[in-house]
């Protein structure tokens, strides 16, 4: 059976590690679509869409992240969201630059934010490398941001039907015992698995075939499986929503235009129709 994007957890029986590994590759695919991307801006893409959905899973599973690419010098920027749902989407940003900025050779940052249990913004940005490793980032995130060390890896292969994308997290939990020694047997287990491409097209981006082979020889514990896919929420009536806090005088222009006004989503390209007559009703509601 092919695989399906998923995000699959697991722990040694130890209680000294734990991984969240993910598929994202047609989630990637449809962002990388949807946006028009190609090349290295297409892998950087794909790349960050793993990140934020690994960030999720790890930091806040029951709430809604978004991880952000800034280019320094007006170069635009990447966007990711994942959502607990599971649907997760991607937004480029051109600069003012003729071409896409590329992460190894413009300096840029990498902002990490999530929703808090209170409604509360958590927010942290780093530094991403000069060789702009998404990877790396991330682990510069986790362990400055959040104080986690954690051991990390993303990866992707767009375009093609050797297309390939995800990632992992390994973190070493409290429960370990000899902390220091585990830790020392993780990071050189981990050194096979810094560039993981390969591997990832080989298995067709598996998460489950990506666990066993970290964790190859240590007994562990499958947890929970969580499905990923492209997914947007823009709609109609959020459409009609963010219409409807603009002033009367601005409605009234509209109308006045005599033409339906038409507006495109960004992030998936959905296109929404809002006729005159229910821009009267909006002057009638005001």
């Known amino acids: 059976m092919p695989e399906t994007d998923a995000v699959l957890r697991a722990m040694t029986n ?20 949807a946006q028009e ?15 934020a959905v690994l960030y999720r899973e790890t930091m806040a599973p029951s709430l809604r992240v978004q991880c952000i690419v800034r280019f320094e010098e007006d170069a635009g920027q990447l966007v990711a969201d994942s959502h607990p749902d599971g649907w997760t989407r991607g937004l480029f940003q051109k600069g003012s630059g003729e071409a896409p900025a590329d992460i ?3 300096r840029a940052t990498l902002q990490m934010m999530r929703t808090l249990p209170n409604s509360d913004l958590h927010r942290g940005v780093v530094e991403l490398p000069e060789n702009g490793n998404l990877s790396e980032g991330f682990m510069r995130y986790m362990q400055l941001s959040e ?10 292969v767009v375009g093609g039907p050797d297309a390939a994308a995800g ?34 097209q080989a298995s067709d981006s598996s ?6 082979q970290i964790f190859e ?8 499986r969580s499905d990923i896919r492209f997914g947007c929420q823009c709609s109609q009536l959020r459409v009609m929503t963010t219409l409807s806090v603009l002033n009367r005088t601005d409605i009234q222009e509209l109308v006045e235009e005599g033409e ?14 809002v006729e005159i007559a229910q821009l009267q009703g909006l002057l009638s509601a005001s």
């Open 260 to 273: 339906p006004l038409s507006i495109g989503c960004d992030y998936c390209g959905a296109s929404y129709t």
């Open 37 to 51: 991307l190609s090349g290295l801006a297409a892998q950087d893409m794909a790349d960050l869409l793993t990140t």
């Open 167 to 200: 990632g992992y997290v390994v973190q070493l939990l409290p429960e370990a015992a000899e902390e220091e020694a585990a830790m020392e047997t993780m990071t050189k287990r981990l050194e096979e698995f810094v560039e993981i491409r390969e591997r990832l």
């Open 207 to 212: 998460p489950s075939e990506l666990i066993e």
């Open 217 to 224: 020889g240590m007994p562990f514990t499958w947890l929970q």
């Open 104 to 106: 190894r050779k413009t």
């Open 14 to 33: 130890d209680g000294a590690f734990r991984i969240i590994a993910a598929r994202t590759t047609d989630t990637a695919q449809a962002v990388i679509a």
């Open 147 to 156: 104080q986690i060390v954690s051991m990390i890896s993303v990866g992707s």
